[in-house]
């Protein structure tokens, strides 16, 4: 055992890693440690100040689900934006799970929009999980406000993937777009112009969300698509109909 896993492990909730492993099927129950995220955010913050860091960050792959957790949480704090590219291009093949995915936020991201908007295209095209994942993601934090162009819709809705950890990101990015953008997001759910799993489920989860009128809710409630059992095609609801049922 490292130095660095016996810290680790210092801070271990056997039974919150019990908790995390149900979070995350598919990876092995003895990959979980056991920290508590909060707890691992402010070690990392630590962390980044010790020589250690640095070997640390170049040491792929690692053993533990929290050591990948650490990773993305120290890649996160890097400041200079070429060497946070590089080393988040780096750990993302060996990203095999959600949390992990989602758990990188880089700050630096949001001070160079033109040029991660490059790498995103690139993320976002990837057949590997989560990197796909993680370029729908910074482009749902970083590009549905003041930088929005309607043109960043094109580049989840051309993800096709079968994965759900991707489609459900697809759906997340959606729900988030029609909170923030429904004039032009709208269009993309009346014209079916995502797969019918996603269709629904971005319907699903904007209806959930507090940030959607219920004028609005009750207009996309008429725009969910049927599938017939059995059936290789789909039936859609006419958007103009749909309008209809919403006006009566």
Known sequence: MTSLQERLFAMQ????????????????????????????????????????????????PHQYYDENMLHGLLISEVKDYEECIRLTDRFLPFVDNWAVCDIMSPKVFAKHKEELLAKIKTWSKSSHVYTCRFGIEILMSHYLDKDFKAEYLEIPASARSEEYYVKMMV??????????????????????????WTHNKTIQKAIESYRITPEQKEYLRALKVFVKPNEQSQIYLNSAMARKRVTK
């Open 171 to 196: 759906a997340w990015f959606f729900a988030t777009a029609l909170a923030k953008q429904w004039d032009r997001a709208i269009p993309y759910i009346e014209q079916n112009r995502l797969a019918p």
């Open 13 to 60: 909730e056997k039974q919150y890693a019990a908790f995390q492993a149900k979070l995350t099927p598919g990876v092995p129950m003895e990959s979980f440690i056991g920290i508590r995220v909060p707890v691992l955010r402010k070690f990392a913050k630590e962390f980044t100040k010790e020589a250690e860091c640095e070997e640390f960050l170049h040491q792929l």
